[in-house]
């Protein structure tokens, strides 16, 4: 689990610098809108929309847009579909990509990060050509001030958890994807709402990047990240801390 979190880390990093407000905001607002179509429109009885709910709060969107955006799928004057779709593909030297994304438009969106991929030196494949290098499961994380890591490590695994870190200040409860929704609400119920909780891929190979490798694959990650469909994006590379520190300079 340490070059997980190394390599999301490193994205997130990423990410952050170039990241405009308005569109992230909007990102929020969709992923609220899905949970809230595919469960009752209340997070306390949707731990999906409870977990988006707590997202848009910790980037700072206002309780205001949050709730009227609940209101307007509650009250069925919120028209706007979005599927979930997977994408898959391979970046600068050989490394994994698995894009995932929440649109109105399967073609557009499809259409657009081939293009990226491509236009990166990398190529998008079928589903399924690179999830085989994943592993699915699910990521519940709370502040460390919640609990000691004993306390944490010692609930988690009771409820049925794979494993915990503690680091940078934050409990990471990992789960295998049949046990998520038990852990999570084992532990909500004892330590309060998660600061997240939600399915992640993780890679079981890593592929080691040099700089220039790792400045190719960064900058196809940042533009996948910063369309406006899609939502999480994970990738099977590893990079040295020297490299991370020049590139997060």
Do not use: C
């Amino acid at each position: 689990m340490a070059g997980h979190s190394h390599a999301k880390n490193i994205m997130h990093r990423k990410a952050g610098q170039s990241a405009k407000k308005a569109q992230a905001f909007g990102k929020l607002i969709r992923e609220i809108t899905v949970s809230a179509k595919a469960g009752m429109p209340d997070p306390a009885h949707n731990p999906r929309l409870r977990a988006a709910v707590k997202a848009a709060l910790t980037a700072n969107m206002p309780r205001d847009t949050v709730d009227r955006a609940i209101k307007r799928v509650a009250a069925g004057t919120d028209t706007d579909n979005y599927d979930e779709v997977r994408y898959e593909g391979y970046g600068p030297a050989g490394v994994a990509i698995i894009v995932e994304a929440l649109t109105d438009n399967r073609n557009r969106t499809a259409s657009d990060l081939r293009s990226a991929f491509s236009k990166f030196g990398g190529a998008m494949g079928e589903t399924g050509s690179v999830s085989f290098q994943f592993e699915r499961g699910g990521v519940i994380t709370y502040k460390e001030g919640v609990a000691s890591e004993e306390a944490m490590m010692e609930a988690a695994i009771e409820a049925g958890a794979s494993d915990v870190e503690t680091y940078d200040g934050v409990h990471e409860v990992t789960t295998s994807v049949e046990d998520f929704t038990a852990v999570r609400d084992a532990l909500e119920e004892k330590f309060g709402a998660a600061e997240s909780a939600k399915l992640e891929w993780w890679p079981n190979v890593s592929v080691d990047l040099n700089e220039e490798q790792a400045q190719s694959v960064l900058r196809l990650v940042e533009v996948l990240d910063d369309h406006d469909d899609v939502q999480n994006v994970y990738a099977n590379f590893e990079v040295s801390d020297e490299i991370a520190n020049k590139l997060s300079a």
